[in-house]
């Protein structure tokens, strides 16, 4: 059995880093997971005092976490239209076989996981569901080089081409 990983990217959160969220083909051959840890940022980037605690949460904080499930037609539609944000485009992975349970694990794991701007930012959030959900060949490190805890940066370096939402 094949499966699909699927990675989103917003091009303009986080200063025009990016952010980036997830979305796994289940077993059942027409749904999928998704989602997002989207750490939303609600204040003014002079407030340095807010700016300082957002670079930061510690497990069990506020991540703006989500998930759905839903067919890849609703799914592209959620993420296009935006749940917390819209995102912009998507690369596509296949995944030899998958493991929808351990992704979706994985993503749960995730709601009180805690946030690092360096250390566990979304980048590494989506390649750790990823990761659950098998072979993730396709997928750079979010360690290595260091510039790929940037989303836009990580995104970019994944060998497949973009599709526009």
Not at 13 to 34: E, K, P
Not at 91 to 109: F, M
Request: hydrophobic share 40%; with cysteine; charged share 15%.
């Amino acid at each position: 059995m094949r499966g699909l990983a699927y990675v989103f990217i917003n091009f303009e959160q986080a200063a025009r880093c990016g952010h980036v969220g997830w979305g796994v083909s289940l077993g059942d051959g027409q749904n999928f997971h998704f989602g997002s840890t989207d750490h939303l940022y609600k204040h003014s980037y002079l407030n340095l005092p807010a700016l300082l605690r957002y670079m930061q949460v510690s497990p069990g904080g506020d991540l703006d976490w989500w998930a759905h499930v839903g067919t890849e037609s609703e799914m592209l539609a959620t993420m296009r239209t935006g749940h917390h944000i819209r995102y912009h485009a998507y690369k596509v992975v296949e995944v030899n076989q998958p493991n929808p349970e351990r992704a979706i694990a994985a993503a749960e794991l995730l709601r009180h996981a805690g946030w690092h701007v360096m250390q566990n930012n979304c980048v590494h959030h989506v390649h750790s569901v990823l990761s659950g959900y098998g072979n993730t060949a396709g997928l750079p490190n979010p360690n290595t080089p260091v510039t790929n805890v940037i989303p836009r940066r990580w995104f970019g370096a994944i060998e497949r081409p973009p599709i526009m939402l």
